[in-house]
């Protein structure tokens, strides 16, 4: 087997989570942040219109394997309400701020992440590739809890572009991290964009399931749920004392 040199991270359900009450208090500021912009609006019905205008952008996001965005959800559903805003208005944009700055909130890191991070930094290379839509979200997340020290690149989808299994960002994490592919692990939660992804790609996927062993709600909502299987053995962890001990550290 390749010895290990370099490891990338997945963000959600793999290095944090969000508490169960972050998406009723992140639809609480948008609509907050819409109504103090002098846009009148009843909670259900816009509520209804989001969650419809997020699903249908984020399958095709997921089929054409390029990014989406809040914004584009919050236009289509004030639409849907008769209200004419563009996904660059001012309004649309200050609900989207409102709406991420719930997760600086309510989220929180996966027990021992620090740690384990902290034990690997300097004995491998180290990279973020995270799907996500706002990227200054991930930014702020990072800084909160004292990770972005700890990784040599940091990527977004919603920077980017592209989103996982996408194979243009893993090969932008390989180029990152200045790497051969098959020197390189990738740590995520989801079997669709991160294991499917990073076996296509050439990276040695580690499946990370505290999430799904905890019983915990999935973050980002408003996926679409894989078909995807994998019939290969696949290395599975469900904590970061697992992980160590698969990489000999601990």
């Not at 219109?49 to 997921?62: G, H, I, L, Q, T």
Request: hydrophobic share 45%; glycine share 8%; aromatic share 10%.
């Amino acid at each position: 087997m390749d010895p290990i040199q370099g490891i990338g991270f997945d963000l959600f359900n793999t290095l944090i989570t969000a508490d169960p009450a972050a998406l009723g208090e992140a639809m609480h500021r948008m609509i907050g942040s819409l109504r103090a912009s002098g846009i009148g609006l009843e909670m259900e019905p816009f509520q209804k219109a989001y969650r419809e205008a997020a699903m249908r952008f984020v399958a095709e996001s997921k089929a054409e394997g390029k990014e989406t965005h809040n914004r584009f959800w919050i236009s289509a559903a004030l639409r849907t309400l008769g209200r004419d805003l563009g996904p660059e208005d001012t309004a649309v944009a200050k609900a989207v701020e409102a709406y991420f700055s719930t997760f600086l909130d309510y989220c929180r890191l996966i027990p021992q992440t620090l740690e384990m991070l902290a034990l690997l930094k300097g004995k491998f290379r180290l990279g973020l590739l995270s799907n996500f839509t706002h990227a200054p979200a991930v930014e702020g997340l990072l800084n909160k809890f004292g990770l972005t020290p700890f990784f040599d690149t940091v990527l977004v989808s919603g920077a980017l572009g592209f989103r996982k299994p996408h194979p243009l960002v893993f090969e932008k994490l390989v180029q990152d991290l200045s790497l051969e592919r098959k020197h390189i692990l990738y740590v995520g939660d989801s079997l669709d964009p991160d294991v499917t992804g990073a076996v296509q790609a050439g990276l040695r996927p580690v499946w990370m399931t505290y999430v799904q062993d905890h019983h915990l709600p999935v973050f980002p909502p408003y996926s679409v749920p894989s078909e995807q299987t994998f019939s290969r053995e696949l290395l599975r962890v469900s904590n970061w004392e697992e992980f160590l001990n698969l990489l000999g550290l601990a």
